[in-house]
């Protein structure tokens, strides 16, 4: 992971670009992924620390081919995500 100091900012004191790719599958049955999920996003850091509290935004992507009973609408749905994250 990559984070990038920003010096002329007051509230914000890095930014962190973020890439990520989960699947799941139902059994062991056929080849391949059921869902496929594609996460990118940024995170805004409060603290020089990288990693500690920031304000994360991401948009998750999803790829469902076969669908899987444990996941509903709101779960395996495409979504923009604003996300406050404290370290205290």
Known sequence: AYG??????????????????????KGHEGSGMDVNRLTVGVGFGLT??????????????CFVDREI???????????LIVGLILVL
């Open 4 to 25: 990038f100091p920003l010096k002329k900012s007051w509230i914000y004191k890095n930014v962190l670009p973020a890439v990520r790719w989960d699947a799941l599958k």
């Open 48 to 61: 020089q620390k990288y990693f500690s509290s920031l304000v994360r935004i991401n948009y998750e992507r």
């Open 69 to 79: 009973d444990i996941l509903s609408d709101e779960k395996d749905s495409d979504k």
